[in-house]
């Protein structure tokens, strides 16, 4: 096949597939089946688009191609009549069964066919690991080798865990719509933390030889971009999109020239992304507009904001980022947000502050096996001039982490620890 045209598949495959299996799974009310026909379609597209050339309307070429696809295998199947009888008493789903060429659906049916796909991906119903694989599958349209690769787990897995998530979903005869009421907030929020753990992995992995995997923070940003668009009404959805815009505007600054981590604290601010940063604001002000109260998301984001506004580690509003933590704490309480804390407030009130805090969390089972527990403890202890407990501290964290330039980091400073309290010992 002509390199072009299977670049060119990829690119349609990567725009469509997502609002293509939104679609079907309304049309066959299973998403299993749903991307099963797709697929078929994709197919199809390999075998012919290198001889017949590239349809004008590609993304109605595969849609016409895997509803036809659906016909015919509901004909075959005697347990899927009923399904084949309500699609032909529905005038409309019988108009879309022309022929390949024909328009594609509107897109007001795209929307609520793609909202209804994002609910569902990330029903709570599947276990954490089953969303984050489902959602990168049917929204992300990758293979399960890209997810897989992406979170550095065996291909055969991720195809098992995306298997059965779909078994699960239709065993639960989960319905193919938007929530609504009190369950709306709900799935809402599970639609939420999947999109923010997809870009958490790609912004600082939890294991592997890189620091970064850019690919899932940009798919978590652009499925964020999406949903905000379709349910505009929502502020902690404009939360999270702000949030993950400035974060992502780090991205260059983050990682030096030989794939080694850069601290917050140290990078080259010059280097942010400028643009990102701007859309951030405007989505917090976006968020802000819409009132209601503060969400976890409005709140992490309006930290982020105050990095953003600050030319250099010193013009940081330390104070005001440490209310934030506090507020945040008292929304969600979690050992890990009082470690965020902890930080703010060595940084506005000074290290002795903040290590009260820590030294309370070690007590905390949940945080045994965090490496960022010691590295924070090191860090505290560091400036305090207490070296040989931050050098312990460093290296217990450098044990804990699974992320190999992470490890380095934490080795670095160990190192520094050292130096600095033989320093010391000849001052004296």
């Known amino acids: 096949m002509n390199s072009d045209v299977q670049r060119t598949i990829d690119a349609v495959w990567r725009v469509e597939s997502a609002r293509l299996i939104a679609a079907l799974t309304r049309i066959v009310q299973d998403v299993g089946l749903a991307e099963d026909l797709a697929q078929g379609a994709l197919v199809a597209a390999l075998e012919q688009w290198p001889e017949s050339g590239i349809p004008d309307k590609p993304g109605a070429w595969l849609m016409a191609t895997a509803k036809h696809h659906a016909i015919d295998q509901i004909r075959r199947n005697v347990r899927l009549e009923r399904k084949y009888e309500e699609i032909g ?66 291909e055969p897995t991720i195809a098992q865990r995306i298997v059965r998530a779909k078994r699960t979903l239709a065993e639960a005869h989960v319905p193919f719509e938007v929530p609504v009421g009190s369950e709306r907030a709900a799935r809402l929020s599970s639609v ?54 400035i974060q992502s505007s780090r991205s260059r600054a983050r ?126 202890l560091g400036k305090l001039g207490r070296f040989n407990e931050a050098y312990e501290e460093f290296g217990r964290a450098a044990s804990l982490t699974r992320n190999a330039r992470e490890r380095e980091l934490l080795l670095e400073r160990a190192a520094a620890m050292t130096k600095e309290s033989q320093n010391e010992k000849t001052k004296h």
Request: charged share 25%; glycine share 8%; aromatic share 6%.
């Open 192 to 245: 939420l933390e999947v999109l923010y753990l997809i870009f958490n992995e790609g912004y600082s992995a939890t294991a592997g030889d890189d620091w970064m995997r850019p690919a899932l923070c940009q798919e978590a940003l652009r499925l964020g971009r999406i949903l905000a668009e379709l349910v505009p009404e929502e502020p902690e959805v404009h939360g999270l999109v702000a949030l993950m815009e």
């Open 255 to 380: 990682v030096g020239p030989g794939g080694e981590p850069i601290p917050l604290l140290e990078q080259n601010r010059g280097r942010w992304d400028q643009l990102l940063i701007q859309r951030g604001f405007a989505a917090l002000i976006r968020a802000e507009k819409l009132g209601g109260a503060l969400g976890p998301y409005r709140l992490q984001a309006a930290i982020a904001a105050c990095h953003a506004q600050a030319r250099d580690p010193e013009d940081t509003d330390w104070g005001r980022i440490a209310a934030l933590y506090d507020a945040l704490a008292q929304l969600i309480p979690s050992p890990i947000v009082e470690l965020n804390r902890a930080v703010a407030v060595g940084m506005a009130f000074g290290p002795e502050a903040g290590l009260e805090i820590v030294d309370v969390l070690t007590s905390e089972q949940t945080l045994k096996a965090y490496h960022l527990l010691p590295s924070v403890r090191g860090d505290l």
């Open 89 to 154: 008493r529905d005038n409309e789903i019988q108009q879309e069964l022309g022929a390949p060429e024909q328009e594609a659906d509107t897109d007001e049916d795209l929307g609520d066919d793609l909202l209804r796909l994002i609910f569902i991906s990330c029903h709570p119903v599947l276990s954490k690991e089953a969303r984050l694989a489902l959602t990168l599958r049917l929204l992300g349209g990758l293979t399960t080798d890209e997810i897989a690769r992406a979170f550095l787990a065996p």
